[in-house]
């Protein structure tokens, strides 16, 4: 589990490999904050897809593989945008996931089966939380407003995976005493 936080820690954290390219031309300069909140994003965006895939198959609650199944379509429509809003204002994305997203979905992978349910609502509880925070940067410090229109965009949808991840945990804690 304490595995679990760490790599999703890390999966929250901005993407800083293109940052250096970007601060090199004169224009760029201006939309640092907007292309870390938009490299980021798109990462976290993989991250959710492909963990979203793997709870849809592997979760044993019905309940988590809808929120896998869900997390992973919304995520591959707010990363739509993403993409689109950084073509649009030339900032390059990293086509893969990072290394840090690889060591998440590992995870996810090698979990058990037993463990699998509760290790998604808690990482997925952490990564929203700090997707949130992320967002909030973003509409605080953002100077693009396409950047801050993803950013908007994105809020209600990532507001919605937390109240549903807080309505599984109470529907675990219920059923699982002690």
Do not use: C, W
């Not at 937390?162 to 109470?170: F, G, P, T, V």
Request: charged share 20%.
């Amino acid at each position: 589990m304490v595995i679990a936080f760490g790599v999703v820690a890390a999966l929250a954290a901005p993407a800083t490999g293109a940052a250096a390219d970007d601060r090199m031309a004169p224009p760029a300069r201006r939309l640092d904050p907007d292309a870390a909140f938009l490299r980021t994003a798109h990462q976290g965006n993989l991250a959710q897809i492909a963990l979203g895939r793997i709870a849809a198959r592997k979760a044993t609650s019905p309940m988590i593989r809808r929120l896998g199944a869900r997390f992973a379509a919304d995520s591959a429509r707010l990363d739509a945008a993403v993409r689109d809003t950084a073509a649009s204002l030339r900032v390059k994305l990293d086509p893969e996931a990072n290394s840090t997203v690889q060591q998440g979905i590992a995870l996810y992978r090698t979990t058990g089966q037993n463990d699998f349910d509760q290790v998604f609502l808690s990482s997925q509880a952490t990564m929203h939380d700090r997707a949130v925070r992320l967002i909030r940067s973003e509409l605080a410090d953002g100077d693009e407003a396409a950047a801050r229109q993803v950013a908007t965009g994105a809020l209600p949808v990532v507001r919605r995976h937390r109240a549903a991840l807080k309505n599984a945990q109470k529907h675990f804690a219920g059923t699982n005493p002690g």
